[in-house]
């Protein structure tokens, strides 16, 4: 079985920054491709950043250099950055972990608010 738990979420001011982590285990790190979703109420879940085994990493459209994804296999764990919250940002984010053999997992997600 799987576990991803991410962290890191909470209350934002505007202009602050944010970094929220996932861990994984250090084989699913290494062999899964994995990717950060946001959620807002009302609408679909939606890809912000994933990066594969080889350590390619690719940014949905919007994010237009806004998010930085990194990932740490030592520690088993993957991150999303981003400094300059606004409040387009506030959303529940989710840590996804995909094998090759298309099994898909999921975190509980963090809830991140950005307001004053």
């Known amino acids: 079985q799987v576990h991803l738990v991410e962290s890191g979420g909470g209350l934002v001011q505007p202009g602050g920054s944010l970094r929220l982590s996932c861990e994984a285990s250090?084989?699913?790190?290494?062999?899964?491709?994995m990717g950060w979703y946001r959620q807002t109420p009302g609408k679909q879940r939606e890809l912000v950043a994933d990066?594969?085994?080889?350590?390619?990493?690719d940014y949905a459209d919007f994010v237009n250099g806004r998010f930085t994804l990194s990932r740490d296999e030592d520690k088993g764990s993957v991150y999303l950055e981003r400094n300059n919250q606004q409040a387009e940002g506030t959303a529940v984010y989710f840590c996804?972990?995909?094998?090759?053999?298309?099994?898909?997992?999921w975190g509980r997600g963090s809830q991140v608010t950005v307001c004053s």
């Open positions: 990066i594969s085994p080889g350590g390619g990493i």
């Open positions: 250090t084989t699913v790190v290494r062999l899964y491709t």
């Open positions: 996804n972990g995909q094998s090759n053999s298309g099994f898909s997992y």
